[in-house]
Structures are given as structure tokens and as C-alpha cells.
């Protein structure tokens, strides 16, 4: 949750005082702004290279995922997922390196993110948007996610969709971490947590511990490449570690002073996820 500081304690004394009396009320606020992704401007380079695609809606639950393709439009799609309050634009360096590779390239907006319609959006509905996309598509080549879109990824394999091959960029094995830390600042009363976690496990139709990404991927044959920095502020190195040591065919790439974003840029970290993905069927 990045907020400011003043914002936070303000926060917090709601919370202490309405969480206290009124744990059901305290837990819908919670949730909203825990479901509400940060919009950031765009950047000018990424928003460069989404003008050189193919601009299309894909519709998912009654809003709009925006949509961009670049490539041969006869081929299976290598889709990019983006993480939380980010946008398709950030695979501007990944996504133009593989289009010059030859393939066909697929990114999109997550709900309530970039130009996609919504106001709320979780890790379950990621994973359910990024299965609209690759029903639209039909049969994808790879898939490549950073962050809660490398989580989101892991989901919708698990419920169905298919791939040849998988690049997990800083993804989280434990993402139960990200509603605990939020709680965490806020300062929500307990009552107040237990009620959120009902109402999202509800209102999503998922489990929490049913999340847990190493107990996933223990279950998927496709082959995956694992990038995280060792000094990754935001998801500690040691979630790649767990998710390679429960995936039967993964193989982890640690690099040095990326931090937890810099991966999507990093022409290493480009190459060798182009070198991987050119490993698996022809394109």
C-alpha cells in the first residue's frame, strides 16, 4: 500500500476507533482500499511502444481488458502479465525484444488498471482476466509475469489454461504476505482482519490457503525460468527459492542489484528470458 504518512495515521486512527466498535464496517473499508490499485501516469517510452501495437478490448466480467498485439497474427501469443498498479507499458524492453525475436507478442491492462475498465482487482481476478486473454487467443506459446502478475500466472495454470513455457519475474510464493503487511500498517484491529479475509475469500470465491504458490506449482509439468534479485526490496529472494524447489522443471536466475523492478528492463534479464522462450516450440 503506498500512501503518505499522514494519510496512514489518519488511517489508523479510524481504524482503531471504528474496528473496535464496528469490525464488519472496518473490514468493508479495509477491503476497498486493499482491492483499490494505485493509478500511476504513464511514461513516455512505454506508452511509445504501445502505439506501435494492435489496440484492442478483450471482455472480461463486465468491464474492458485493453489489449496490445504486435507480430504475426497466425502464431500462439507470448503474453505479458504486469503486476500490481502497474501497467502493460512496463514491458515496453521485454515486449519489443521479443517482437524483434519473431514472435507474437500479447500485453494487456489488468482490471482496474492502465486504460482497462474496474475500480477494484486482486490476485483472483488477475487470474481470471489473464484466462479471458488466453481464451481469446486460443493455444499460448509462453507466459511471462512480473510481480502478482508472475503469482497470477501460477493461478490460472493451475485452473486451466496451458503453456509451453513460463518466466516468473519477482513473483511471490506467499501472497498472503501482501494482505498481512497492509493490515499490518494500518493497524486493523484483529476482528477487523478476520471479517476482511472472510469477505474477500467470498466475495472472490478462493481460499487463502488454497494461494500458497509452492503447493501449486508442485503440480505443473510446464518448464519455467525463476529471475529474482537478491536484494529485492519488495518480495525477498527466498519466495523464488521456494517456488523453484517445489517446480518439477523450473531453474532459478538470481541477479545482482535489480531491486524488484529493474527485471523488466535489464537487457541480461530480457536476453535470457528471449534465449528461454526460444527453447520451446518454434516460432
Do not use: K
Not at 7 to 22: E, P
Not at 170 to 197: C, G, I, K, N
Not at 201 to 211: G, P, V
Amino acid at each position: 500500500m503506498s500512501r503518505s504518512p499522514a494519510r496512514v495515521v489518519a488511517l489508523r486512527a479510524v481504524f482503531r476507533t471504528v474496528g473496535g466498535v464496528a469490525p464488519e464496517l472496518a473490514a468493508r473499508w479495509a477491503e476497498t482500499l486493499f482491492c483499490t490499485p494505485p493509478r500511476h501516469e504513464p511514461r513516455s517510452g512505454d506508452e511509445a511502444f504501445l502505439t506501435t501495437g494492435r489496440r484492442s478490448t478483450v471482455p472480461w466480467e463486465g468491464e474492458d481488458l485493453a489489449l496490445w498485439e504486435w507480430g504475426p497474427e497466425q502464431r500462439p501469443p507470448v503474453v505479458l502479465v504486469h503486476g500490481w498498479g502497474s501497467r502493460a507499458g512496463r514491458f515496453s524492453v521485454m515486449g519489443r525484444r521479443l517482437a524483434e525475436a519473431g514472435y507474437r507478442v500479447v500485453a494487456y491492462d489488468a482490471p482496474a488498471h492502465g486504460r482497462s475498465t474496474g475500480r477494484l482487482a486482486s490476485l483472483v481476478e488477475f487470474a481470471r482476466a489473464l484466462r479471458a486473454v488466453g481464451n481469446r487467443f486460443g493455444p499460448v506459446q509462453s507466459l511471462v509475469g512480473h510481480s502478482l502478475g508472475g503469482a497470477a500466472i501460477v493461478l490460472a495454470l493451475r485452473d486451466g489454461l496451458a503453456a509451453e513455457r513460463v518466466v516468473l519475474l519477482a513473483a511471490p510464493a506467499d501472497v498472503s504476505r501482501f494482505s498481512t503487511a497492509f493490515a499490518d500498517r494500518l493497524r486493523l484491529p484483529e476482528r477487523a482482519r478476520e471479517a476482511m479475509q472472510r469477505n474477500l475469500e467470498r466475495r472472490l470465491d478462493a481460499r487463502w490457503d488454497d494461494l500458497h504458490l509452492p503447493a501449486i506449482v508442485a503440480g505443473l509439468r510446464a518448464p519455467a525460468l525463476v529471475v529474482h534479485d537478491r536484494s529485492d526490496p519488495d518480495v525477498p529472494y527466498r519466495h523464488a527459492e521456494e517456488i523453484v524447489a517445489a517446480w518439477p522443471r523450473a531453474r532459478l536466475l538470481a541477479t545482482e542489484g535489480l531491486g524488484h523492478r529493474a527485471l523488466l528492463r535489464d537487457p541480461a534479464v530480457v536476453a535470457s528470458t528471449v534465449a528461454f522462450l526460444g527453447r520451446g516450440a518454434a516460432r
